[in-house]
């Protein structure tokens, strides 16, 4: 699968933007990891950022837009063969507002999940562009606890179709073909205190990541302390 590792390579680096409008912002508590749990299993931080949604509720007179601040937060692990494990951990606020949800993540089950991960592994130039997961299956599945409550760890196994592309890297452009690769996909949730916390992790199928993966699952805090990029 060396066609997809120059991009699944690149270092977390989240440069989601947008505009917030309205009087009314809900933002969740960043969910981190701390680092003593991801440099034991050979992991480094890339970023941890805010990614900005509006939405308009209500109707009429009533109706008002409401922005939402959803905290992303990217780990990355390369192996000596250049085997690369990418997570992310994504905390959305589940709040209502005029009896309407609010939150990006509402009502998603495990396999909208991926999609909703890919996008976000996407956006952080962390996956190149892959608009699609093909034969997406069900592999495993391990019971991991979560900020104090117990939840699956549910593993999938597909073909991501990467697009050719560009991204930077350290300032410089750095330019990755496009192809087809066969992944495995790890997908949790859990709510805790207001948010729903997602972690999303790919790495080559190839790779059995998925013991230290829910270790690091484990350890999320919530709120947990944000870190400056490329500590």
């Known amino acids: 699968m060396r066609l997809l590792r120059p991009a699944i390579a690149l270092a977390f680096v989240v440069v989601l933007a947008g505009c917030l409008g309205g009087t009314t912002t809900i933002a969740a508590s960043p969910a981190t990891i701390p680092a003593s749990a ?49 997570l992310a951990v994504v905390s959305s606020p589940d709040r209502e507002v005029a009896g309407q949800s609010v939150n990006p993540l509402a009502n998603l089950g495990n396999r909208e999940l991926v999609g909703v991960g890919l996008g976000y592994l996407a956006d952080a130039q962390a996956l190149g562009n892959v608009p699609e997961v093909n034969g997406l299956r069900e592999v495993d599945a391990r019971t991991v606890t979560i900020l104090g409550d117990e939840t699956e760890l549910v593993t999938y196994e597909g073909t991501v179709v990467v697009e050719p592309g560009e991204t930077t890297v350290d300032g410089e452009p750095v330019a990755y073909e496009g192809g087809s690769a066969d992944v495995r996909i790890h997908v949790a949730t859990v709510e805790h205190d207001g948010d729903i916390i997602v972690v999303v992790a790919v790495h080559e199928a190839s790779v059995d990541e998925t013991d230290s993966i829910a270790s690091l699952a484990s350890a999320i805090e919530h709120p947990g302390t944000v870190e400056k990029s490329g500590t």
């Open 38 to 86: 991801y440099e034991s299993h050979g992991y480094v931080h890339g970023n941890s950022t805010v990614v900005p949604f509006s939405y308009d509720v209500g109707a009429g007179p009533a109706s008002q837009t409401v922005g939402v601040e959803v905290w992303v937060s990217g780990y990355s692990k390369t192996t000596a063969d250049d085997d690369v494990t990418v």
